[in-house]
């Protein structure tokens, strides 16, 4: 009996798509193998949604990701994003803080032949801000299972994905097998803020012939995504006694006309839509979001500073710098039109994601592979689908040469208050992921 397992021709019954090349058996153990782990699964993700790994507290959770890959055997690589290494790459965005806590961790498989094709299975460790505590039902970092949800900060985006990517492997070795050919599994950050976390990877050297991406995105694959643009906006005013109100120049409301000019920049890019392929359809694909305003000093002076934090979108395609000329241009025609402003204009500073977006062309291998597994997991094929959101797939696409499958559980509340992932869903993309690895990299059997 050889050691490698070769995939079989047989197609499983009820798929909706291209049958299935693993051996129908094997694909149910696998299947099996994927529900037996699955309570140790579900404790492993609460884990780490008790570690609050928000932007510059991430080395706690990495640490924990550190030791789960290096337990299981992986040759794991931990350090910090150089700045240096990545900020000459064109998938670079600029940095305003401190990255001695912007860890990565990658846990890298290595078969005893290399007969399949390799593997990066990419997940991020960061997660946003919380909010008021008080607004949550229970507290965000204390996980609560309510019926098929599994609830915390992170839960969704994208904890689960991470523990799909861990115990998808695990599945396999319970089983006695593991990949014949190089898996790398990836911890990242900064993905909520700039991308920095998997280019800084890709700019290490970590290569592969496809890439998965669990991230929440309801049981289908993402087709294409925006670009986003991270900028802060300052205005300066005259500050003056409210008695005299009038004589003086309100940088909080001149903070106001600028937002409402963005508004019309916004609705201009969203009209620009059918020029570009998969978000014809879309309602709204461009978002702009004022997610941050801070100006003022006391509450009976008119304020000399207001400073406003933006996050817009933008297509495939568009390249960052000129979609921020554009930016630049509508602030300073609008700022022509205030008689403050336009002797003393807005400054504008880009903080976080400088990212183009992605398109991930139709029938490639890596696609038809997961259109199996999915179909052998879920007995229906797989959708896809365009989002207007940033994903980290846009680094392996745009800038590896790679085919970048972003495809993970159902969640609710991502960003919000309650975040929650579907126990169920969460079980069944493991095992579509698991199916993924072992057709895609074919199996050997474990070195006794």
Same mark, same amino acid.
């Given at each position: 009996?050889?050691?490698?397992?070769?995939?079989?021709?047989?197609?499983?019954?009820?798929?909706?798509?291209? +049958?299935?090349?693993?051996?129908?058996?094997?694909?149910?153990?696998?299947?099996?193998?994927?529900?037996?782990?699955?309570? %140790?699964?579900?404790?492993?993700?609460?884990?780490?949604?008790?570690?609050?790994?928000?932007?510059?507290?991430?080395?706690?959770?990495?640490?924990?990701?550190?030791?789960?890959?290096?337990?299981?055997?992986?040759? !794991?690589?931990?350090?910090?994003?150089?700045?240096?290494?990545?900020?000459?790459?064109?998938?670079?965005?600029?940095?305003?803080?401190?990255?001695?806590?912007?860890?990565?961790?990658?846990?890298?498989?290595?078969?005893?032949?290399?007969?399949?094709?390799?593997?990066?299975?990419?997940? =991020?460790?960061?997660?946003?801000?919380?909010?008021? =505590?008080?607004?949550w039902t229970n507290p965000p970092y204390e996980p609560v299972i309510e019926g098929d949800w599994l609830y915390g900060r992170g839960s969704g985006d994208m904890k689960? +994905?991470?523990?799909?990517? !861990?115990?998808?492997?695990?599945?396999?070795?319970?089983?006695? $097998?593991?990949?014949?050919?190089?898996?790398?599994?990836?911890?990242?950050?900064?993905?909520?803020?700039?991308?920095?976390?998997?280019?800084?990877?890709?700019?290490? +050297?970590?290569?592969?012939?496809?890439?998965?991406?669990?991230?929440?995105?309801?049981?289908?694959?993402?087709?294409?995504?925006?670009?986003?643009?991270?900028?802060?906006?300052?205005?300066?005013?005259?500050?003056?006694?409210?008695?005299?109100?009038?004589?003086?120049?309100?940088?909080?409301?001149?903070? $106001?006309?600028?937002?409402?000019?963005?508004?019309?920049?916004?609705?201009?890019?969203?009209?620009? @839509?059918?020029?570009?392929?998969?978000?014809?359809?879309?309602?709204?694909?461009?978002?702009?979001?004022?997610? @941050?305003?801070?100006?003022?000093?006391?509450?009976?002076?008119?304020?000399?500073? *207001?400073?406003?934090?933006?996050?817009?979108?933008?297509?495939?395609?568009?390249?960052?710098?000129?979609?921020?000329?554009?930016? #630049?241009? *509508?602030?300073?025609?609008?700022?022509?039109?205030?008689?403050?402003?336009?002797?003393?204009?807005?400054?504008?500073?880009?903080?976080?994601?400088?990212? #183009?977006?992605?398109?991930? %062309?139709?029938?490639?291998?890596?696609? @038809?592979?997961?259109?199996?597994? =999915?179909?052998?997991?879920?007995?229906?094929?797989?959708?896809?689908?365009?989002?207007?959101? $940033?994903?980290?797939?846009?680094?392996?696409?745009? $800038?590896?040469?790679?085919? *970048?499958?972003?495809?993970?559980?159902?969640?609710?509340?991502?960003?919000?208050?309650? %975040?929650?992932?579907?126990?169920?869903?969460?079980?069944?993309?493991?095992?579509?992921?698991?199916?993924?690895?072992? #057709?895609? *990299?074919?199996?050997?059997?474990?070195?006794?």
């Open positions: 009996m050889t050691d490698t397992i070769t995939p079989a021709s047989a197609a499983p019954a009820g798929a909706h798509t291209e +049958g299935s090349r693993l051996d129908p058996a094997l694909a149910e153990a696998i299947l099996a193998s994927v529900k037996q782990g699955f309570a %140790e699964q579900i404790a492993f993700t609460q884990d780490l949604i008790r570690l609050p790994s928000l932007r510059g507290r991430e080395h706690t959770a990495q640490d924990f990701m550190a030791k789960t890959l290096r337990d299981r055997g992986y040759a !794991v690589d931990r350090w910090a994003i150089d700045v240096d290494e990545i900020c000459h790459h064109p998938g670079f965005s600029p940095v305003k803080v401190d990255y001695q806590n912007a860890l990565n961790v990658v846990g890298t498989h290595r078969p005893r032949n290399e007969t399949g094709r390799s593997l990066i299975l990419n997940g =991020h460790i960061d997660v946003v801000p919380e909010g008021p =505590h008080d607004m689960a +994905g991470i523990a799909v990517n !861990v115990f998808a492997m695990d599945a396999l070795r319970r089983l006695g $097998y593991q990949p014949a050919a190089t898996v790398h599994v990836q911890s990242v950050t900064e993905e909520e803020c700039t991308g920095n976390g998997a280019l800084a990877c890709l700019v290490r +050297g970590y290569r592969a012939d496809a890439a998965i991406i669990p991230e929440p995105e309801d049981e289908m694959l993402v087709r294409a995504n925006v670009g986003v643009i991270w900028f802060k906006v300052t205005t300066r005013g005259i500050p003056v006694h409210v008695r005299e109100a009038g004589s003086g120049a309100n940088a909080i409301e001149a903070a $106001y006309r600028l937002m409402q000019a963005l508004r019309r920049l916004e609705a201009d890019w969203n009209a620009r @839509k059918t020029a570009h392929r998969y978000f014809e359809e879309l309602d709204h694909p461009i978002n702009l979001n004022f997610g @941050k305003i801070e100006g003022g000093d006391w509450a009976s002076s008119v304020p000399a500073w *207001c400073t406003f934090d933006c996050r817009v979108s933008i297509y495939p395609g568009v390249d960052p710098r000129d979609a921020a000329a554009e930016i #630049e241009a *509508c602030l300073s025609e609008a700022a022509k039109g205030d008689a403050f402003l336009a002797n003393n204009p807005p400054e504008i500073d880009y903080n976080g994601f400088f990212a #183009e977006g992605y398109v991930l %062309e139709e029938g490639s291998d890596a696609e @038809k592979t997961l259109g199996r597994a =999915h179909a052998r997991a879920f007995s229906r094929g797989l959708e896809s689908f365009v989002t207007p959101s $940033y994903l980290d797939g846009r680094v392996f696409v745009l $800038y590896g040469d790679c085919p *970048c499958l972003v495809y993970g559980p159902i969640t609710a509340g991502v960003h919000g208050f309650d %975040e929650r992932v579907s126990l169920a869903s969460m079980e069944r993309v493991t095992g579509a992921i698991a199916l993924f690895i072992a #057709e895609w *990299c074919g199996l050997e059997k474990i070195d006794a």
